[in-house]
C-alpha cells in the first residue's frame, strides 16, 4: 500500500539545514492499523505530511498503490490524495463556516461525486459516527468529541483505502479519545488501512504494530496482538 | 462546481461584512468615476447616423489665396461661402445636395398666453430631412416651387408645436419667425443626433435646431447667420448684398453619395467648378484643391473627440487602478486569514487550480457587487453633468451597452486585482496550517 525508501526531508533557512527524515524506510500493508511514536521533533508529522502529499521529499521514493508519487504534478497529487486517503487531524479542522453536512461534502465535491450519491454516502458516514441528527449545525456547536467524529465521518465519506491520522485523540478527554479509538478501530476491521501518529502510549499498545520515529528515522517498531487478517499476515512476514 | 465556488464566495463575503462592504465601496467609487467618463466618451464617438455615416459628404473649397492658411489639418477652410454654396447646389449634377446655415429668431404666434422665445433656425434645402433621416409626423418638406419664390413657410418638431400650440398636428398653423409670418406645413419627430455633424463650427454637442426654413429666404429676406463666419481677407462688407458675395465663409454643403463612381464624378465636377472660378479671378492658388469627407472622416477631420477626452478616459481608469490597488491588501489579508481552511480543502483534495479558482470567483462576485453600486454612482455622476449644462444632456447619459460594460469591467478588472492575493493563497503549503489550527 505505502512503500518509503529511504525519504529524505531536509528544511533549508538561509542559515540552518534541518534533516526532518533521514533514510527514511518503511512499508504499510493493505489494511494494517499502524501507530506512530515518537519524541516531538523527531519527524512523525513530516512523515505524516509527506504519506499524505501535503508536503514534498528532498530525496527518496515514495510509492502509494503502487504509484511513485514524486513523478506526480501538484494537480495529479490533489487528485491522488482525495481519491485514496482519509485525513484525521488533532485540532478536527473543520471549516467553521460550513455545516456539518458540508464539511463531509468537501472531499466528495473535489471529486465530482454527483449530489445524489453524495448525499447518501455523508448520510451514511454520519450515521456510522452517530450525528446524523445534526447534519445542520455548525462545528463549534459540538463538543470536541462531536467535532472529531465528523472529521472522521468526512475522512470516510470519500470511501478511502488509507487513513491518516494525526493524534486524533489529542484534544480530548479519555472517554471521547476511546469513542474514537474504538470508531478507528471498526473502521480498519471494515478495511481501510490506517496510520495514526500519536503520543498516548496506550492509544499505540491497542493497534497491532507499532514505528518509533527518532531523529527522522524509524528507530523501533513493536507488533502487538494483532485482531485482523493483516496482523496475521504481517506477524507471519516478520517472524513474530 | 462554480455554482459551488458562487455559492462558497458568497458566504465568505457575507462572513466579514465590513471588509465586503469596504471592498465593494472602493470598486463602486472606481466604476464610477470610469463608467461616467466612459460613457460620455462613448455617447461623443459614437456614430451620429450609422445607416448613411459612409454616404453623407461633407465638401470643403480652398477658396484661399496662395499663402493663406487655415486652422484645420489641411489648410482648407471648413465651411464654403454663400456664393460657393449657391454656385454648387445650382450647378452640380447630383440628387442629393444640400446647403445649409444656422440661423435664429424670436418666435411667437398670435396667442398672448403663449411666450415668444428666441430659437435658432435652420436655413436648408429641401433635401435636408432626406439626408439626414428627419421623420415626419405631420405634413411634409416645402415644394421647390415655394422654395424658389421664398414662400414664407417653415417645417418646425413636435416640441416646438407642443410648445406653442399644446399639440404635434398643427400643419396649416401660423408662426411668427420675428416680424414675418409662417404656415407650418411638416411637423418633425424629435431629432437630437449625439453629435451635431452637419454644422461643427458652432459646437459639435449644440442642440439642433427645430425650426427649418427655405434657404432661398437668406437672399430673399437678408437673413444673416447666427453660426460663426469666418473671414480670411480684408473685405469692405456694407450690407447684406455684400456678405453674400463676399469670401467670407458660413455655410455648409453636404452630399449623399452611393458609391465611388458617384464620388469620382463629384470630384471631377468640383474641380471644374474650381477652375471656372479660377477664370473669373478667384481661387488664386497653382492647385486646385477641394476634399469630400463623410461623416466619420469628417468627426476625425475635426477632432470632435479630442485628445482631452482620451486623456480623461485614462486617468478615470487609473483612478480606478488606485481603488483596485486598494482592495488588493484588503483581499490578501482576507485571504490569508482563510489560508487554514484553504490548507483542511488542500488536504481533502482540492489541487491548487481549484483554490485559484475558487478565490477568483469571489473577487469576480464582489466585482459584480462593486459594478452594480458603481452604476449608481455613475448614474449620480452624469445627472450632476447634465445638471451642468443643457449641452450634455444627450451625453452624459449611459446607453444599454455602457450598462452592461460597467459590471463587466468591474468584473475583470477585481479578477486581474485578485489575481495575486489568489495565488498567494493557493501555493501556501497545506501542512503549515493543519497542525496549528
Redesign the interface.
Known amino acids: 500500500m505505502l512503500v518509503m525508501n529511504n525519504i529524505g526531508k531536509v528544511y533549508q533557512t538561509d542559515m540552518v539545514q534541518t534533516h526532518a527524515l533521514r533514510d527514511f524506510n518503511l512499508q504499510v500493508n493493505e489494511g494494517e492499523f499502524i501507530a506512530v511514536t515518537g519524541p516531538s521533533g523527531s519527524g512523525k508529522t513530516t512523515f505524516l505530511n509527506i504519506a499524505g502529499m501535503l508536503e514534498g521529499y528532498s530525496s527518496g521514493q515514495y510509492m502509494l498503490d503502487g504509484i511513485d508519487v514524486g513523478k506526480l504534478n501538484d494537480n495529479q497529487r490533489a487528485d491522488l490524495r482525495n481519491q485514496k486517503i482519509g485525513f484525521i487531524f488533532q485540532g478536527f479542522n473543520l471549516i467553521p463556516d460550513l455545516n456539518l453536512y458540508e464539511n463531509v461534502e468537501v472531499p466528495l465535491r473535489y471529486r465530482g461525486v454527483k449530489a445524489a450519491e453524495r448525499k447518501r454516502r455523508i448520510e451514511n458516514c454520519l450515521e456510522q459516527v452517530g450525528l446524523a441528527g445534526r447534519a445542520k449545525h455548525l462545528p463549534q456547536q459540538l463538543s470536541g468529541g462531536q467535532q472529531q467524529r465528523v472529521a472522521i465521518a468526512r475522512a470516510l465519506a470519500g470511501e478511502p483505502r488509507f487513513l491518516l491520522a494525526d493524534e486524533p485523540t489529542g484534544n480530548l478527554d479519555s472517554l471521547m479519545a476511546r469513542q474514537v479509538m474504538e470508531l478507528l478501530e471498526q473502521i480498519n476491521r471494515d478495511g481501510a488501512t490506517i496510520v495514526m501518529v500519536t503520543h498516548d502510549p496506550e492509544l499505540a499498545r491497542r493497534t497491532p504494530r507499532n514505528i518509533q520515529i527518532v531523529d527522522g528515522q524509524v528507530a523501533d517498531f513493536t507488533l502487538y496482538q494483532g485482531k485482523g487478517a493483516a496482523s496475521q499476515a504481517l506477524k507471519s512476514q516478520v517472524g513474530a | 462546481?462554480f455554482a459551488?465556488y458562487l455559492d462558497l464566495a458568497w458566504?465568505?463575503l457575507k462572513?466579514t461584512p465590513l471588509a465586503t462592504s469596504l471592498m465593494a465601496l472602493a470598486i463602486a467609487i472606481g466604476i464610477g468615476v470610469t463608467m461616467v467618463s466612459l460613457s460620455v466618451y462613448h455617447m461623443m464617438s459614437a456614430d451620429p447616423i450609422p445607416s448613411k455615416s459612409s454616404k453623407l459628404y461633407a465638401v470643403q473649397l480652398q477658396v484661399m489665396d496662395e499663402g493663406q492658411t487655415y486652422h484645420s489639418a489641411d489648410d482648407i477652410p471648413f465651411q464654403l461661402t454663400f456664393l460657393d454654396a449657391k454656385n454648387l447646389y445650382q450647378t452640380l449634377n447630383i440628387d442629393k445636395k444640400v446647403v445649409m446655415f444656422k440661423s435664429g429668431f424670436a418666435v411667437h404666434v398670435n396667442n398672448p398666453e403663449v411666450s415668444p422665445m428666441l430659437q435658432t433656425t435652420r436655413l436648408i434645402t429641401r433635401e435636408f430631412f432626406a439626408m439626414f433621416e428627419l421623420n415626419f409626423l405631420y405634413g411634409g418638406v416645402w415644394s421647390q416651387s415655394q422654395a424658389d419664390n421664398a414662400a414664407p413657410v417653415t417645417v418646425i418638431d413636435e416640441t416646438i408645436a407642443q410648445k406653442l400650440f399644446g399639440r404635434s398636428d398643427v400643419v396649416g398653423e401660423s408662426i411668427y419667425l420675428a416680424q414675418r409670418r409662417y404656415q407650418v406645413v411638416g411637423v418633425t419627430k424629435e431629432w437630437q443626433p449625439n453629435v451635431k455633424m452637419y454644422d461643427l463650427n458652432n459646437g459639435a454637442f449644440a442642440d439642433a435646431e427645430r425650426i427649418f426654413i427655405p434657404f432661398s429666404h437668406a437672399a430673399a429676406y437678408e437673413i444673416d447667420t447666427w453660426g460663426n463666419t469666418n473671414g480670411w481677407k480684408r473685405e469692405e462688407i456694407n450690407n447684406f448684398t455684400d456678405k453674400m458675395n463676399s469670401e467670407m465663409l458660413w455655410t455648409q454643403f453636404w452630399v449623399e453619395l452611393e458609391n465611388d463612381k458617384e464620388q469620382q464624378a463629384l470630384a471631377t465636377q468640383l474641380d471644374n467648378y474650381i477652375q471656372t472660378q479660377q477664370d473669373l479671378g478667384r481661387f488664386n492658388r497653382k492647385t486646385r484643391e477641394f476634399s469630400l469627407r463623410n461623416v466619420t472622416e469628417w468627426l476625425e477631420y475635426n477632432n470632435v473627440v479630442s485628445e482631452d477626452n482620451k486623456v480623461m478616459i485614462g486617468l478615470s481608469f487609473m483612478f480606478l487602478a488606485v481603488c483596485l490597488a486598494n482592495i488588493i491588501g484588503l483581499l490578501l489579508a482576507k485571504f490569508l486569514k482563510r489560508a487554514?481552511?484553504v490548507?483542511?480543502?488542500?488536504?481533502?483534495?482540492?489541487?491548487?487550480?481549484?483554490v485559484f479558482y475558487q478565490h477568483l470567483v469571489e473577487v469576480a462576485l464582489l466585482g459584480f457587487m462593486g459594478g452594480v453600486i458603481g452604476i449608481v454612482f455613475a448614474q449620480l455622476g452624469l445627472w450632476g453633468i447634465r445638471k451642468t449644462s443643457h449641452v450634455y444632456e444627450s451625453l452624459a447619459t449611459m446607453d444599454v451597452s455602457m450598462l452592461l460594460a460597467a459590471p463587466s469591467i468591474a468584473i475583470v478588472t477585481c479578477i486581474l486585482a485578485g489575481l495575486y492575493p489568489a495565488w498567494i493563497v493557493c501555493k501556501t503549503?497545506?501542512?503549515t496550517y493543519?497542525?496549528?489550527?
Open positions: 462546481m459551488h458566504r465568505s462572513a487554514p481552511d490548507g483542511v480543502r488542500r488536504a481533502l483534495g482540492a489541487s491548487k487550480t481549484q503549503s497545506p501542512a493543519l497542525k496549528v489550527q
